[in-house]
Nanobody, 124 residues
Framework: VQVVESGGGLVQAGGSLRLSCAASGSDFALDIIGWFRQAPGKQRELVARFGDDNNWYYVDSVKGRFTATRVHGEVRWDMQMKSLEPEDTAVYYC???????????????????WGQGTQVTVSS
């Protein structure tokens, strides 16, 4: 499974960016677990999680500014980011899961995959 993030760049504070996460290379169901980011010297953190109820859940620091969606007809997810702040500077990753039938009837195995990330830099 290949996962590719794109859309990052350099933007001034208050600006917007739209990130994309595309997945391919599987004959089984692929779905996103969430969007993560990692700032220099910090641990990777969850930014937006796709729940089992098909709703998105956001970390408090991005609520109202970031909106994640699935692109219909494609194995791709986007995240619109607006009102960007210097604190949003990080490498952004998406985490995608592959779900396939397991040996035991009625059960499934899941594997997750990461992309290489896309750099978002917000200048003050």
């Amino acid at each position: 499974v290949q996962v590719v993030e794109s859309g990052g760049g350099l933007v001034q504070a208050g600006g917007s960016l739209r990130l994309s996460c595309a997945a391919s290379g599987s004959d089984f169901a692929l779905d996103i677990i969430g969007w993560f980011r990692q700032a220099p010297g910090k641990q990777r953190e969850l930014v937006a999680r796709f729940g089992d109820d098909n709703n998105w859940y956001y970390v408090d620091s991005v609520k109202g500014r970031f909106t994640a969606t699935r692109v219909h007809g494609e194995v791709r997810w986007d995240m619109q980011m607006k009102s960007l702040e210097p604190e949003d500077t990080a490498v952004y990753y998406c985490n995608v899961k592959e779900r396939m039938p397991a040996i035991a009837v009625g059960s499934f195995d899941e594997f997750d995959y990461w992309g290489q990330g896309t750099q978002v830099t917000v200048s003050s």
